[in-house]
């Protein structure tokens, strides 16, 4: 009995619908896409206790006092304890030489700062504040630590 | 002279197959990129910058993030509601972070706040967070380049 062979023909195959989903799915994404920047915490120390209860912790110095004055939102005037410092690059540069900076590994011994801000004053002069006594980016663009512990004063309403 | 033969009156095919292999690629690119949890990132907070910002080695167990937009205001489920009246919404996270097993004073309240925002919104909303048991706190800031 002989099998007749069929031609083999070459079947065409419309890709167009493919193509349309491809792009659909392409559209999609391009959309619900957006670029992320990467973003990091500074960890407070808030606790719920009031300072003045129970036994104050031996290991910490007194705090370091910093002041943030504003004017109208904007930074005004810097103060460390009782003196004015200029901006923040000499405030980092008086915590240096307070903690001394001995390497990536410091991180301030006992020192605590607190921060003491008008209630006006823009968050981002806080953040730049506790950037400069937290620490800064060596040559190498390593982290150097400076101090760790920060906590806040009860707002100041002018 | 010799004629000149017309040429052939067959349409053109256009191989197709590459174009479909780039838009694969940039189908997988965009992919891999996309981020579903935007959750927590809200448009109208513009962070501060800071050079020491970094994402934590280790993400937090339990986090519970707070945005704060440039009048003071918090959002909640993308609605700005005053610091005043938040009482009622953490009591809410509390419950939710309850049935997932965390404890108020085991979660990291995470605070987003725009950059113009007042400090004193901030704190008031940290003492608010406080009076709801809740303990541990970090300021977010984004990478400066």
């Given at each position: 009995?002989r099998i007749?062979?069929?031609?083999?023909?070459?079947?065409?195959v419309?890709?167009?619908?493919?193509?349309d989903?491809?792009?659909?799915?392409q559209a999609?994404?391009?959309?619900?896409?957006?670029?992320?920047?990467?973003?990091g915490?500074f960890?407070?120390?808030?606790?719920?206790?009031a300072p003045?209860?129970?036994t104050?912790?031996e290991?910490l110095?007194?705090?370091i006092?910093i002041?943030?004055?504003?004017?109208?939102g904007a930074?005004?005037?810097?103060?460390?304890?009782?003196?004015?410092v200029?901006?923040f690059?000499v405030?980092?540069?008086e915590?240096m030489s307070m903690?001394?900076n001995?390497?990536p590994s410091s991180?301030g011994?006992?020192y605590?700062?607190?921060f003491?801000c008008?209630?006006?004053?823009h968050?981002e002069?806080v953040?730049?504040a506790?950037?400069?006594?937290t620490?800064?980016?060596?040559?190498?663009?390593?982290?150097?630590k400076?101090?760790?512990k920060?906590k806040?004063?009860?707002?100041?309403?002018q | 002279m010799?004629?000149?033969?017309?040429g052939?009156n067959e349409p053109?095919?256009?191989d197709l197959t590459?174009?479909?292999?780039m838009?694969?690629?940039l189908?997988?690119?965009?992919?891999?990129?996309?981020n579903?949890?935007?959750?927590e990132?809200d448009d109208?907070?513009?962070?501060?910058?800071?050079?020491?910002a970094k994402?934590p080695?280790?993400?937090?167990?339990h986090?519970?993030?707070?945005?704060?937009?440039?009048?003071?205001?918090?959002?909640?489920l993308?609605?700005?509601v005053?610091i005043?009246n938040?009482?009622?919404y953490?009591?809410?996270?509390?419950?939710?972070?309850?049935a997932?097993?965390?404890?108020p004073?085991?979660?990291?309240?995470?605070?987003?706040?725009?950059a113009?925002?007042p400090?004193?919104r901030?704190?008031?909303?940290?003492?608010a967070c406080?009076?709801?048991?809740f303990?541990k706190?970090?300021l977010?800031?984004?990478e400066?380049?």
């Amino acid at each position: 009995m002989r099998i007749k062979k069929k031609n083999l023909e070459k079947v065409p195959v419309d890709m167009t619908p493919m193509i349309d989903i491809v792009f659909q799915l392409q559209a999609f994404f391009v959309m619900t896409f957006s670029f992320v920047t990467p973003e990091g915490d500074f960890n407070i120390k808030m606790p719920l206790a009031a300072p003045s209860e129970g036994t104050p912790d031996e290991e910490l110095l007194p705090p370091i006092k910093i002041q943030l004055k504003s004017a109208g939102g904007a930074l005004s005037s810097i103060m460390m304890g009782d003196r004015s410092v200029q901006d923040f690059g000499v405030l980092r540069g008086e915590v240096m030489s307070m903690v001394g900076n001995t390497g990536p590994s410091s991180e301030g011994g006992g020192y605590e700062v607190e921060f003491a801000c008008d209630y006006d004053l823009h968050y981002e002069h806080v953040i730049a504040a506790i950037t400069a006594v937290t620490g800064y980016k060596s040559r190498d663009g390593q982290t150097v630590k400076l101090i760790e512990k920060i906590k806040f004063a009860p707002p100041q309403k002018q | 002279m010799p004629k000149l033969k017309s040429g052939s009156n067959e349409p053109a095919e256009i191989d197709l197959t590459p174009m479909i292999d780039m838009t694969f690629q940039l189908i997988a690119f965009f992919m891999v990129l996309l981020n579903f949890t935007k959750a927590e990132v809200d448009d109208r907070v513009k962070l501060p910058t800071s050079e020491l910002a970094k994402p934590p080695e280790q993400p937090p167990e339990h986090p519970l993030t707070l945005q704060v937009i440039a009048d003071g205001r918090v959002l909640f489920l993308g609605d700005p509601v005053q610091i005043e009246n938040i009482g009622g919404y953490l009591d809410r996270e509390k419950a939710r972070l309850a049935a997932e097993g965390a404890n108020p004073s085991d979660t990291l309240v995470i605070i987003r706040a725009h950059a113009k925002c007042p400090t004193g919104r901030v704190q008031d909303l940290i003492k608010a967070c406080q009076q709801a048991r809740f303990e541990k706190f970090a300021l977010r800031a984004s990478e400066k380049k």
